[in-house]
């Protein structure tokens, strides 16, 4: 079971581009229901031991499946605290 591949797969097979914006962090931030971001579409690509240095190829590669830049990219501290960065 790869948790990093099979969100991959769902967000490039799945998704169709239907998102705002994604959600990154370690697996305390898989728990955070991405559908309780009011007025935002938010994909949850958060994964287990994911680290801050991963962050950008997960970006890229939502960026590319969106077709364009996303509007939101959320970033969860490791005390669960969330960091909302607007582009």
């Not at 998102?19 to 949850?44: K, Y």
């Not at 958060?46 to 590319?64: N, T």
Request: zero cysteines.
């Amino acid at each position: 079971f790869d948790e990093r591949q099979q969100r991959t797969n769902y967000i490039y097979f799945k998704s169709k581009g239907n998102f705002d914006g994604i959600l990154l962090g370690s697996s305390r931030a898989t728990f955070v229901n991405q559908n309780d971001f009011e007025n935002m579409n938010i994909f949850n690509y958060s994964s287990s031991s994911m680290q801050p240095f991963e962050y950008k190829g997960y970006i890229d590669f939502a960026k590319k499946v969106k077709g364009k830049d996303l509007k939101y990219i959320i970033i969860s501290k490791i005390n669960f605290d969330l960091w909302i960065l607007y582009w």
